[in-house]
């Protein structure tokens, strides 16, 4: 089974969290116009929550796909019943 569009934004929020986690200090921020007073700890705390809720659906995804029918019609390694393979022709398939 590929990887599922959670476990990528998983992945993603996971990274932008930490590097929040390492700045950790509040500094401020310039935009030009305006400055922003930004608190990396707490955002990255933020970011990390949210990654927990890609990854409980994410489990969920995959737990649904391994527990049940993964899809009608496909077979768990992704591939169609009963539709030869590409370059075996129909080996191993009923005629």
Do not use: C
Not at 68 to 75: D, M, S, V
């Amino acid at each position: 089974m590929a990887a599922g569009q959670e476990g990528k934004w998983k992945a993603a929020l996971q990274m932008v969290g930490l590097v929040g986690l390492m700045v950790h200090y509040p500094h401020t921020v310039d935009f030009g116009v305006y400055r922003v007073y930004f608190h990396f700890h707490e955002a990255g705390l933020v970011f990390l929550y949210l990654s927990i809720f890609f990854s409980l659906l994410s489990a969920g995804t995959y737990l649904r796909w391994f527990v049940g029918e993964p899809t009608a019609g496909t077979t768990r390694t992704g591939r169609s019943r009963g539709r030869p393979h590409p370059r075996r022709g129909n080996a191993g398939f009923p005629p």
